[in-house]
């Protein structure tokens, strides 16, 4: 059975930072891409960044470029994402994805259950 599941969410005062965590089972973990996702109140879920299976090669959203990093570790099944300078408009359930991919069309099959970010003014 296919799990992910995120950790480290919280409330943070803008400008500080927060580290997610996600770890998985139940699938090959090193053949997939993962990635981090976000939705926020009253909003649809959006992409913040996703990283290709040997964590080399990393996409960012622009609104958090420079501000985030993803990384994984393959030997543990796991993805973190570091979150830095965090604003108010980073508010959101942060939700953990693996995605397969095909040739240059990546499609997200498993999704964590979400943690929350809140980051206060």
């Known amino acids: 059975q296919v799990h992910l599941v995120e950790s480290g969410g919280g409330l943070v005062q803008a400008g500080g930072s927060v580290r997610l965590s996600c770890v998985a089972s139940g699938f090959t973990f090193r053949d997939y891409a993962m990635g981090w996702y976000r939705q926020a109140p009253g909003k649809e879920r959006e992409f913040v960044v996703d990283?290709?299976?040997?964590?080399?090669?990393?996409t960012y959203a622009d609104s958090v470029k420079g501000r985030f990093t993803i990384s994984r570790d393959n030997a543990k099944n796991m993805v973190f994402l570091q979150m830095n300078n965090l604003k108010p408009e980073d508010t959101a359930v942060y939700y953990c994805?693996?995605?397969?991919?095909?040739?240059?069309?990546?499609?997200?099959?498993?999704w964590g259950q979400g943690a929350q970010v809140t980051v206060s003014s």
């Open positions: 994805g693996a995605s397969w991919c095909s040739g240059n069309r990546c499609e997200v099959s498993h």
């Open positions: 990283v290709d299976y040997s964590g080399t090669d990393a």
